[in-house]
């Protein structure tokens, strides 16, 4: 078992969470956790958010992201079949 302490950061009660749990439990800076209480015991459980398509692009490189010749190509092609 493993002990940690409150601590005091600006206007905030803040604890540490160990970096064997946070490897554990594949958390890192910015993961969000549920908290509730139950008979006088603070639990904390990782809610699992699904990222937007949006949210996966804006942390891409931006240089990955732009049409190279290939898909320049591909998009001014004229259609070969029934897709618009």
Do not use: C, F
Not at 21 to 39: D, K, M, Q
């Amino acid at each position: 078992m493993t002990q940690v302490a409150i601590r005091q950061s600006g206007g905030a009660n803040i604890i540490s969470l160990p970096k064997m749990i946070l490897n554990t439990l594949n958390l890192h800076v910015g993961s969000v956790l549920e908290l509730t209480l139950e008979y006088n015991k603070i639990i904390l459980m990782p809610v699992s958010q699904e990222s937007s398509l949006a949210e996966l692009l804006a942390g891409s490189p931006k240089q990955a992201l732009r049409l190279n010749e290939e898909d320049q190509d591909w998009l001014n092609a004229p259609a070969v079949g029934k897709e618009i």
